[in-house]
Each structure stands twice: as C-alpha cells, then as structure tokens.
C-alpha cells in the first residue's frame, strides 16, 4: 500500500512512501512543511498559485455571510513591511465591506494567547480570526497567512456556522486547509 500523504499541520502524522515507513515526526518538522516565510510580492504569489482556490459554495452562502456580517468581528496581526499582511488586509476588509463584518488589527501579544488557548502554534503574521462582537472568549481562526479571497469567504462563513451552532468538527474538518504563506519574521536587532 503506498501513501503520498503530506500533511503540513503540526502535531500531525507526516508520511511519504509505504505505509510501513510512516513516521511520526518532530512539531519543528510539521511547522517547516506548514510555514511558507515570504519577503516579497512574487514570491508570496508564487505560493499562493499552489493553492487551490474554493469554487463551489452552499446556497446559502451569501446569506449567512450578510446576515451574521453585524454580529461578527475579524480580527488578524500584522507586522511593518509583512507583505502576505498587507495582502490579507486588503482581502479581509473587501469582504468586510461587501458582506457587512468589522476588521481590525489585534497585537501579537493577543494573538499569541489565543494561539495558546487553541492549542495553535504561533507562527508569525498574518494570523486572523473570527468571533462575536459580543464575545471576545469564542474565537475561530480563519486564516494562518494569506490565502485566496474566495478561500478565505469560505472560512468566513463556517466561522459563522460554527459559531451560531453548526457541529465544530464539520466546520474545523472543511476549515483545516490554511496556506501557513507569512511574512518573514522581522530580525531582533542585536545591541550596538
């Protein structure tokens, strides 16, 4: 039985090759497979043509979207000069403004604790969430690096559903596909 399974989530089984010489490999391993740092626009587009774009949405989908749009905040990090940042601002407050959902920045200090309370390792910017207005406590991660407008309406509404009480698993199963396309992490500058 052969495998060509390649699965970039960390904490996750990474396999090539028989089923025999499957392996379990190190969280350093998993994030190397599932972070892609990019410093400039082609190289971020270059990653981002590897990624399948969403096509087929549920009836409903437009619907949910507007409907919830006012309950709902998204919320990303960003950093100066973090190129997929910029890309998935502009992405996220496109869909914003068609569909009726605030957007705003959070600090990485937040974004590494809710990172934490997820139990997602934290890998940079841009990372993006969704969650009620009313409930900064519940929150859905919607984006971990930048990704197709459609792919990441398509996060934007099982969010939703997730958090107006669609099953989680179904919601997480068909969510789990983020592109890990982030900004090269900026340098410490060392003492002079």
């Keep these: 039985m052969k495998l060509a399974v390649l699965i970039g989530i960390p904490g996750i089984v990474i396999a090539t090759g028989s089923a025999a010489a499957a392996q379990t490999v190190t969280r350093e391993q998993a994030m190397r497979a599932a972070i892609h740092p990019v410093a400039?626009?082609?190289?971020?587009?270059?990653?981002?043509?590897?990624?399948?774009?969403?096509?087929?949405?549920?009836?409903?989908?437009?619907?949910?979207?507007?409907?919830?749009?006012?309950?709902?905040?998204?919320?990303?990090?960003?950093?100066?000069?973090?190129?997929?940042?910029?890309?998935?601002?502009?992405k996220?407050?496109?869909?914003?403004?068609?569909?009726?959902?605030?957007?705003?920045?959070?600090s990485a200090q937040?974004?590494?604790?809710?990172?934490?309370?997820?139990?997602?390792?934290?890998?940079?910017?841009?990372?993006?969430?969704?969650r009620p207005i009313?409930?900064?406590?519940?929150?859905?991660?919607?984006a971990v690096g930048t990704d197709h407008g459609p792919n990441l309406a398509r996060n934007l509404y099982l969010a939703a559903k997730m958090l107006t009480g669609v099953r989680p698993a179904v919601g997480?199963?068909?969510?789990?596909?983020?592109t890990g396309i982030v900004g090269v992490p900026a340098r410490p500058q060392g003492r002079r």
Excluded at 56 to 74: E, H, K, M, S, Y
Excluded at 92 to 106: F, H, K, M
Excluded at 137 to 142: A, E, K, L, S
Aim: charge should be positive; charged fraction near 15%.
């Design 40 to 90: 400039d626009s082609n190289t971020m587009q270059a990653w981002l043509s590897r990624v399948p774009v969403t096509r087929d949405f549920p009836d409903d989908f437009n619907a949910t979207l507007r409907g919830q749009g006012p309950a709902f905040v998204i919320e990303m990090t960003t950093s100066p000069g973090c190129v997929p940042c910029g890309d998935l601002w502009t």
């Design 92 to 106: 996220l407050t496109t869909l914003g403004q068609r569909y009726g959902w605030q957007v705003r920045t959070i």
């Design 110 to 130: 937040e974004a590494m604790i809710r990172s934490g309370r997820l139990g997602l390792p934290w890998v940079g910017n841009p990372v993006a969430w969704a």
């Design 134 to 142: 009313a409930d900064a406590g519940r929150v859905v991660p919607i």
């Design 172 to 178: 997480v199963r068909a969510m789990s596909k983020f």
